[in-house]
């Protein structure tokens, strides 16, 4: 079956094992071909040639009725720490050739993945280096899926040392974009990620602006980890630096905090990017105080990288480390976060703007 570009509308990457299972019942091949395929998918081969245990004639099928590869690697940088940097473009018309970023965080004993979920942004947040690209773009459950599925594959082809953890384990949806104005996306990709893929919800983490409806709905449906970009604590100032917060202020976004569901050990991660002479005075130290929930939440404050044309000027280490010291001795579990892979995922658009951070070692 195809769209009206011509092009099939299943994605390997995004197919549930339940769908694949009624195509293969169509095409009159046994059931166990389902799990064969999926378990090459889930493993990051998404090219049916390579599928080694299929007969030729599937894998030919597979290729021409089923979207196998729905991004193209472009470009792959490499940081001295194990931080990879990968650029795809997307093949589905009409946005053939737009690119996305995805970024592998790894260390000793986890390696997360960060994936985008926009192209661009559609929100316009003026510090934000995504949200001065404009909106061109949803991604589909694949998209977003296939970014994982092609950085495992590239871990399995280009190992990292030893030292480092080689498989995947988490999942961070901070990249470009704004998940929760994607939802049909990545709600597809959730109940992926968790169903077909058995990943605990322990870990994957969505980072969002403050959509108040959706973060309801993702609570009730896949209550995954939360992580709110909130960057200030008072209305006046939110409104500016978050310009959603027009739509939902800080008292609904509090409530909505308050209910979204919860496990046992887990908080809410609250990120402020600490901008100088902007969010960094003592009345935002207030504003924290009386906007925080020390039992339910936790702050990031992340160092800031200036980009040409921007006007915002990122707080020193030194002001980060006393700002944090004081919001700590008020009671709030307030940490600054260490420079590597972690700056890349930020905060929800901060990808662009931080991946230039990653030393270009272009392989
Ligand atoms: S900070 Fe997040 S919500 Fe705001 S423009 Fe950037 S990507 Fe969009």
Known sequence: ??????????????????????????????????????????????????????????????????????????????????????????????LQGRQIESVLIPETKRATV????????????????TGTQGFEGNLTAAEIIAQILAIKHDLHSDPLPQTLHNEVTHIVYMGMGEPMANEAGVHGSLRLLLDDFRISRRRITLSTSGLVPQ?????????????????AADNDLRDRLVPINRKYPLERLRDCLDCYPLG???????????????????EDIRSLLAFVNPARERLNLIQFNPYPGNPFLGSSKEH?????????????????????????????????????????AEH
């Open 215 to 231: 973060i309801e709905r993702l609570g009730e449906n896949y209550p995954v980890n939360l992580a709110i970009s909130l960057h």
């Open 114 to 129: 960060c994936i985008s979920s926009q192209i661009g942004c559609v929100l316009d947040c003026p510090f934000c280096y």
């Open 1 to 94: 079956m195809a769209n009206q570009h011509g092009q099939s509308t299943h994605q390997l990457a995004g197919i549930s094992s339940e769908t694949l299972q009624d195509l293969l019942r169509q095409w009159q091949q046994p059931a166990f071909r389902a799990r064969q395929i999926l378990d090459w998918r889930n493993k990051g081969i998404l090219n049916p040639e390579h599928m080694g245990n299929l007969p030729r004639d599937l894998r030919r099928r597979l290729g021409s009725e089923i979207e196998c590869e729905s991004l193209q690697l472009i470009r792959r940088q490499c940081s001295a720490d194990g931080t990879r940097k990968y650029v795809f473009s997307l093949k589905r018309p009409p």
């Open 320 to 360: 980060m480390n006393a700002f944090a010291q004081r919001l700590i001795s008020k009671g709030i579990r307030a940490t600054v976060r260490r420079s590597r892979g972690e700056d890349i995922m930020a905060a929800c658009g901060q990808l662009k703007a931080e991946t230039s951070a990653v030393q270009s």
């Open 264 to 282: 046992r050990q887990r908080h809410i991660t609250l990120e402020y990017v600490m901008l100088a002479g902007v969010n960094d005075r003592e």
